[in-house]
């Protein structure tokens, strides 16, 4: 069974172009860690620009959630997964998008029709309720009593707070043996969504407030795990064909059956495979105490934990086997996977060293404070997690191996503390939701690719840009280079950037091969991330780059550019802060 194929092959017969998974963290959108829908890398194009592929797209993104991290463990949730999309940029709308998904599922995949229900928008004070898609589906054969009409919660799609959006309509499968019911009861949790087609036609701002798009979109989205494990008929995600091989591999590992160790098995499984993409993303993610790198870091120890649980020697290689099954299993797909599968190996390695030290010696502190102690005070198990990263389920565990409880309820007030603390300051940086680009982001955009090219001028050709970062305040820009800039090198790089914007030079976007492109001399940061056609902006004569976009029309309105800081990011690689005036 294989549903990307079938899935891309199908989508490929209708016109649409299939274009490749983007890394999983996102370039130049600060207000998300990482990819989690398909549509995500594809915002500017959804707000109207024209994507060098044509109006027709499909993929398979590989994508990463985090807040359904406490429901790993059951038998659907997952942090890592990948998502079927197909899209049309101003192209059809819902007639097409309906009968697309209704043939794919009853012609490709020969699911019987009485096995589906829809849902769709039931309208409210400022959009509509949604007839056409409801008529197109009865019109297609589902009865009256499979469709379901349902407010903004369910049937209105927006990713964050703000950006392109619209209602959509869902589509659920029967995923169980008993006789299908004949009126569709949304309540009734055999019936699982499978499907999203999402009617992209507004733009909602922060304030709520809704303008029609410039184009009309569709975006749509298919978990693979979980409609491979309705056709493969299991109600258990893990018991399909995905997991298969690495759950053998770790049923072997730890000698238990996966009856009875569910949770455990489950959630060393998914982290692993999380952990696997994450480290393997071009964006060259270590595990650390902030964004992406503290995500995996937790991923990883959790994994740990869980091994630890069904008494896996934690020295052992446990985790570097099971990564190398779920590489196998993924690196035609995605290249990186293979071409990193060395450091992959290596970040889980050492992460687990250093948790099992700080395991030790966080076990040695549990016995020193708890010597004279009945039971574990609150203090000492937030004192346990916040210092030496004690999940409280470790150290619960950890007391009942010494006959003591743990103050639970004092422990869950000084948690719930720390963690209004932190939220109030992570805020900042998710409250944009995805709001595409605001001015100012855009005119870092472009001033990003006068200093890529002001550097290979003024210091070396062998500059090439490692990485970008940025916001509406500065941008961050990472360059491979073997040494400190001299100060006379930063204010002829600083000098260089400002003639070119005041030369106020044409910014052109151009279609062209990638092969051309790059033979042209183009830059490029991730030659495998673009398709075959690609498109390249080009400011005056200065400056050439594979990019997405958007940009300023002339470099003219960027204003005054100023260096900031340069310093060191990592081993060959310097990092430069700067501003606009
Ligand atoms: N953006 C929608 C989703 O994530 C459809 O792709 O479900």
Not at 10 to 36: K, M, R
Not at 391 to 401: D, F, G, K, S
Not at 526 to 531: A, G, H, S
Request: some cysteine; proline content about 3%; glycine content about 6%.
């Amino acid at each position: 069974m294989n549903l990307k194929k079938k899935y891309l092959d199908y989508f490929e017969s209708l016109g649409h172009v299939v274009i490749p998974s983007a890394p999983l963290v996102p370039e130049n959108d600060p207000s998300v860690l990482f990819n989690t829908a398909g549509m995500q890398p594809l915002i500017v194009y959804l707000m109207g620009e024209d994507h060098p592929y044509g109006k027709r797209l499909c993929d398979v993104q590989k994508c990463v959630r985090l807040t359904d991290l406490d429901s790993i463990g059951d038998e659907t949730h997952h942090t890592f997964f990948e998502m079927l999309g197909n899209w049309s940029l101003g192209d059809y709308f819902k007639h097409e998008s309906i009968e697309y998904s209704f043939n794919f599922l009853t012609k490709v995949l020969n699911i019987p029709v009485e096995k589906l229900a829809i849902t769709v928008f039931k309208g409210d004070d400022k959009i509509p309720r949604d007839d056409v898609s409801a008529k197109r589906w009865m019109d297609l054969g589902i009865k009256k009593d499979r469709i379901a009409y349902l407010g903004r919660d369910d049937n209105f799609w927006i990713a964050g707070e703000s950006g392109p959006c619209g209602c959509d309509t869902e589509i659920f499968y029967w995923r169980s043996l008993d006789p299908v019911p004949i009126v569709f009861d949304v309540l009734d949790e055999r019936w699982v969504e499978i499907w999203n087609n999402v009617f992209m036609e507004y733009y909602q701002d922060a304030d709520g407030n809704i303008s029609e798009l410039k184009k009309k979109n569709v975006d749509t989205g298919m978990g693979v795990e979980r409609t491979v494990a309705i056709l493969e008929g299991v109600n258990d995600n893990y018991l399909s064909s995905i997991w298969h091989d690495a759950l053998e591999l770790l049923k072997k590992i730890s000698n238990l059956p996966y009856e009875g160790n569910e949770k455990s098995m489950r959630i060393i499984l998914d982290h692993i495979r999380t952990a696997v993409f994450i480290a393997a993303d071009p964006s060259g993610i270590k595990p650390s105490n902030t964004n992406q790198g503290y995500i995996l870091r937790r991923l990883i120890r959790r994994c740990i934990r869980h091994a630890r649980k069904l008494n896996i020697d934690l020295n052992s290689n446990f985790e570097e086997e099971i990564a190398k099954v779920f590489i196998n299993l993924y690196k035609d797909t995605y290249k990186e996977l293979g071409e990193n599968e060395e450091v992959v190996l290596e970040v889980l390695r050492t992460e687990k060293e250093k948790f099992n030290k700080t395991l030790e010696k966080g076990l040695k502190v549990f016995d020193k404070l708890t010597k004279d102690m009945k039971d574990v005070d609150s203090f000492t198990a937030f004192h346990l997690y916040d210092t030496f990263g004690f999940p409280i389920e470790l150290t619960v565990e950890v007391a009942h191996e010494h006959d003591m409880n743990v103050d639970l309820e004092g422990f869950e007030k000084l948690f719930k503390e720390h963690q209004k603390k932190s939220r109030t300051a992570s805020q900042g940086m998710f409250k944009g939701g995805l709001s595409g680009n605001s001015d100012m982001e855009i005119k870092y955009h472009t001033a990003t690719h006068l200093l890529n090219a002001a550097l290979r001028k003024v210091v070396s050709k062998d500059v090439h840009q490692k990485g970008s970062n940025i916001t509406s305040e500065r941008l961050r820009f990472d360059f491979s280079c073997d040494h400190k800039l001299s100060l006379d090198e930063l204010a002829k790089v600083e000098d260089l950037v400002n003639e070119w914007i005041k030369a106020d030079y044409k910014v052109e976007k151009l279609t062209m091969k990638k092969e051309e492109a790059i033979s042209s001399g183009a830059e490029c940061m991730f030659i495998d991330k673009y398709p075959d056609i690609v498109s390249v902006y080009k400011i005056g004569d200065v400056s050439k780059e594979l990019c997405g976009g958007p940009h300023v029309e002339h470099t003219g309105v960027l204003g005054k550019f100023k260096i900031k800081k340069e310093e060191s990011s990592s081993a060959g690689v310097r990092r430069i802060k700067a501003v606009l005036e």
